[in-house]
């Protein structure tokens, strides 16, 4: 059982345009998300994450948006750079902060391709 | 951010061999954890620690093994390799006071022939 999905294995845009990756998620508990980029034999670097009490976070040229009654997340990054094309994952966990576990459910990740 | 430290990057080895895969970070970090990847995979945890002596496995069931001794340090091993654990292993902290967020090393890639 799939609980985090990321329908598009993949995404191209031109330079300049915008990118919107699709995160959906059944688990009603979640209530911590994260999206992170991924370059091939390298690990995971953080982007930005979102708690269930908002709906939008931004940082720089990333967004991302929380429709929790849709179970469902989007990141758009505007303007798209051809430096920005990697795999992109998103994650959820329950119980954000304190003592919480932390444990973090992935996606299978969209890999985005931006062209110059 | 955290630096967060994974050695070797890329491994080639025989059936049978013991490995150890070993993973530090740097900035006190409570929380540790092993991921394990196939290309065009979702990450899966096979191993987490919420501090010293304590460890758990994770969601997706692996034989190796891991430890948690210092703070810093969480080696995982596995004591017979086989082909089927040829694999991305990337290894994650957090700081509980900062949520759940969690800062990945880069990876160790590991080929069993």
């Known amino acids: 059982d799939q609980q985090v999905k990321q329908n598009s294995p993949s995404l191209s845009v031109q330079e300049g345009r915008i990118s919107i990756l699709n995160c959906d998620y059944t688990n009603s508990m979640f209530d911590y998300f994260l999206w992170y980029k991924k370059y091939p034999a390298e690990g995971p670097t953080f982007l930005i994450s979102i708690s269930s009490i908002k709906d939008k976070n931004e940082d720089g040229r990333f967004t991302v948006f929380l429709n929790k009654s849709a179970k469902h997340l989007s990141l758009h990054i505007v303007p798209s750079q051809p430096g920005d094309s990697a795999v992109y994952f998103c994650a959820a966990s329950t119980n954000a902060g304190g003592t919480s576990y932390g444990k973090l459910t992935f996606g299978q990740g969209t890999i985005l391709t931006v062209h110059p | 951010e955290a630096d967060i430290y994974q050695t070797p990057r890329y491994l080639v080895i025989g059936t049978g061999k013991k490995i150890t895969l070993e993973c530090s970070q740097t900035m006190g970090h409570d929380k540790m954890y092993w991921y394990q990847q196939d290309p065009g995979m979702e990450l899966h945890l096979i191993h987490y620690s919420y501090g010293v002596n304590s460890t758990e496995k994770g969601d997706l069931s692996s034989e190796s093994t891991v430890s948690r001794i210092r703070t810093e340090h969480f080696p995982l091993t596995l004591e017979s390799a086989r082909p089927s654990h040829t694999s991305q292993y990337l290894c994650?902290?957090?700081?509980?006071?900062?949520?759940?967020?969690?800062?990945f090393g880069p990876g160790t890639r590991l080929t069993v022939l």
């Open positions: 994650a902290s957090s700081d509980s006071a900062w949520g759940d967020t969690q800062y």
